[in-house]
T-cell receptor, first 114, second 114 residues
């Protein structure tokens, strides 16, 4: 299965600032996704990162708050904009590859907003 | 919206016992189910999956059972070890245009006592 490198692994940010999280995959994958995991909770899908076009966002998530880029089949970024303490979560990148089973996750970015 | 839920948020077992973690899902269109293990500070790790055309699948020390009639999924871990202590999530996918998009259950914390 694909190997995902996610950066940074953790960060502490001031409210009102933005953080860009990177997701690098060691092989070309058809689909990439971004999830949020709030403290002590389960994972919620933010959006599907589409190569060469705008991301597709799930209900409750908007592009202005979570802009996503996917310039090629191995890389994507998620930006958390104008952060507030409520944005403190783990953000995870996931990939789906029809040549392998399951969906692989990165190790996550633990974000704390102060 | 559709959701996946778990009956028991915590489970404590003795080393060597068998563990059973349950999950209820509500989307009858879901045709692919995955169990993940998440250790502290890490992303979800694939354990085992099952498609809707099966009712049982076995892996190494793990078995997943699917009951589509009552929309129920379970994960059985044989001879549970301290290294199995983690949070376990079930996830479902409806396929088609939802390929790759997972809906996660709330998670069960498994604690294995030596």
């Amino acid at each position: 299965s694909a190997v995902i490198s996610q950066k940074p692994s953790r960060d502490i940010c001031q409210r009102g600032t933005s953080l860009t999280i990177q997701c690098q995959v060691d092989s070309q994958v058809t689909m990439m996704f971004w999830y949020r995991q709030q403290p002590g909770q389960s994972l919620t899908l933010i959006a599907t990162a589409n190569q060469g076009s705008e991301a597709t966002y799930e209900s409750g998530f908007v592009i202005d708050k979570f802009p996503i880029s996917r310039p090629n089949l191995t890389f994507s970024t998620l930006t958390v904009s104008n952060m507030s303490p409520e944005d403190s979560s783990i953000y995870l990148c996931s990939v789906a590859d029809r040549n392998s089973y399951g969906y692989t996750f990165g190790s996550g970015t633990r974000l704390t907003v102060v | 919206g559709e959701s996946v839920g778990l009956h028991l948020p915590t489970l404590s077992v003795q080393e060597g016992d068998n563990s059973i973690i349950n999950c209820a899902y509500s989307n009858s269109a879901s045709d692919y189910f995955i169990w993940y293990k998440q250790e502290s500070g890490k992303g979800p790790q694939f354990i085992i999956d099952i498609r809707s055309n099966m009712d049982k699948r076995q892996g190494q020390r793990v078995t997943v059972l699917l009951n589509k009639t009552v929309k129920h999924l379970s994960l059985q871990i044989a001879a549970t070890q301290p290294g199995d202590s983690a949070v376990y999530f079930c996830a479902e996918n409806a396929g088609g245009t939802s390929y790759g998009k997972l809906t996660f259950g709330q998670g069960t914390i498994l604690t294995v006592h030596p």
